[in-house]
């Protein structure tokens, strides 16, 4: 079976890692640990084993002996595979996409290859059914999102995370649809077909887990790993390739293209794994399960990103800034050191989505994220006015957008309802007197109170004011767009429901 071809990294004593996601945050446990061979300790593969980026090594054995060796010998060109079954990639992916960097960073060349065709086949691994079919339109839509994606984190990572850029080895982007547009079925299945055996493809677990379920398995599924392994091939063929990096979920798919290669080349190739990021049930972290963290702006904001690395419990921060960050091990424990001196100020907690967020989406990224923090969780009313309007869309994100006129003398209790944000009548009047309405941070609990600019409208034209009712509170951002002198001030409106912002957790 395939299991017993395989060996966890860096040593002849296997490890379970475990990863669960509730409703929230990501953690991680590793129940037993990994010896190095001494010859290795200082290896690129042994020093990505201690921080717990890499699982498993295939062939069995290589990790100690064969790819140290061959990595230590010059540059080598590794690759790592994204079906653009989305328009953006998640935070499920961004593991393997760190790994891709590290090789990089130690002069290695990297290949991050999009599946526009691979991804209209639809990988079975690790599903419990079939996906959707995807369009051709719709995979070569979601590449080019995906593309832009990467070269943004390729070049945040160069510019932000490198001292010695010049040390880099090269980064390519690719599109396996480019390849496949040469071939005709009955070519391909002629050509290459012949030199897969089925016992071997059925035997895969990604295979026996989907033969043995109430749905079965599909032709074009059964068929994924024929053009994954044909993409690992052609890449061998092309540049050179002789090291493909994945999920641990994809290394039946790896041992299919190892033993394509070796039949076709008599050439040895390398399979490395990533722990999984799962959820807490052991689904995939991602969109098929509706908790992905998106790594696209449009979709998961700075701030929303910053804040779910942020939330991390105390007990995983360790094991993922050394998972998720470039941090030197021997800063990671100093970083961990201030925060067991102090737990409260959350050290780990901060430098861990700093440097996450910074990654994905730059140093610009960085600040909006903890402008936002500030503003929301710490009453900060300099960080409102440094806010700008994409900023204020992507905090308040689920709010429905209107647009009213502000008229001279218009009072706080006026804004309130025309925001829809008090009942009518003597009920809403009383719980602005009872102290339940904050314009700016500050409450506001006279309701006959007229609108004072710099005061209840800050210098950017922005209001942000804060119901309390029924356990809930209501966000109001107001944002001037006329002119003061003409009598009548247009506002945008954006109304989100709430809740209460109780977790202690949430701060810069």
């Known amino acids: 079976m395939a299991a017993s071809c395989v060996r966890s990294v860096c040593g002849g004593r ?7 996601v509730g409703s929230g945050p990501l953690s991680v446990s590793v129940r037993a640990p990994l010896h190095c061979p001494p010859a290795a300790a200082d290896s690129l593969l042994a020093s990505l084993h201690r921080r717990g980026v ?7 054995g290589a990790a100690q002996h064969e790819l140290p060796r061959l990595l230590e010998s010059g540059p080598q060109t590794v690759y790592c595979g994204f079906d653009p079954t989305a328009d953006s990639l998640h935070a499920g992916n961004l593991l393997a996409l760190i790994g891709l960097l590290h090789f990089r960073s130690a002069g290695h060349n990297v290949l991050a290859v999009i599946g526009g065709a691979t991804a209209q086949i639809g990988d079975p691994s690790g599903k419990l059914k079939e996906r959707e079919r995807l369009t051709a339109d719709s995979a070569e839509t979601n590449g080019r999102s995906i593309a832009e994606s990467l070269w943004r984190i390729f070049t945040h990572h160069k510019l932000l995370f490198c001292p010695e850029p010049a040390r880099l080895g090269t980064a390519a982007v690719l599109n396996n649809a480019g390849w496949y547009r040469e071939w005709r079925a009955v070519d391909f299945l002629s050509e290459m077909g012949r030199h897969f055996r089925m016992g071997t493809l059925l035997s895969r677990h990604s295979v026996q887990a989907r033969l043995r379920s109430a749905e079965g398995m599909s032709l074009s599924e059964f068929s994924y790993q024929l ?9 061998h063929l092309r540049h050179g390739c002789r090291v493909q990096l994945g999920g641990s979920d994809q290394l039946g798919n790896l041992m299919t293209g190892h033993d394509f290669i070796h039949k076709m080349t008599g050439e040895e190739v390398y399979g490395l794994t990533v722990p999984l990021v799962t959820t807490s049930m052991g689904d995939k972290l991602g969109k098929t399960a509706g908790n992905a963290v998106w790594l696209n702006r449009d979709k998961t904001s700075p701030f929303e990103l910053y804040q779910y690395f942020f939330r991390l419990p105390d007990t995983t921060v360790e094991s993922y800034l050394k998972l998720f960050t470039f941090l030197p091990l021997a800063e990671v424990e100093k970083v961990m050191e201030l925060q067991r001196q102090d737990p409260g100020k959350r050290t780990a907690h901060k430098r861990l989505a700093a440097e996450v967020t910074k990654l994905v989406h730059g140093k610009e990224g960085l600040e909006s994220a903890k402008r936002c923090t500030n503003a929301l969780y710490n009453s900060s009313i300099e960080a409102l006015e440094q806010m700008d309007d994409a900023e204020l869309k992507e905090l308040f994100r689920e709010a429905p957008f209107q647009e009213f006129f502000l008229e001279p003398g218009t009072t706080v209790l006026d804004a309130c309802r025309r925001a829809e944000a008090i009942p009518e009548g003597p009920r809403g009047y009383r719980m602005i007197t009872d102290g339940g309405v904050w314009f700016n941070h500050q409450r506001a609990s006279n309701p006959e109170q007229v609108l004072v600019p710099g005061q209840h409208i800050l210098s950017n034209g922005l209001s942000l004011i804060r119901i309390r009712r029924y356990g809930t509170t209501v966000l109001v951002t107001l944002r001037l767009v006329g002119s003061l002198a003409d009598g009548q001030q247009k506002l945008h409106q954006d109304l989100s429901g709430y809740r209460g912002r109780g977790d202690t957790t949430l701060a810069q």
């Open 54 to 60: 890499l699982k498993d090594c295939f062939p069995e």
């Open 227 to 235: 053009f994954q392994a044909y993409d690992f091939y052609h890449l």
């Open 14 to 20: 296997r490890v379970r890692w475990c990863f669960a």
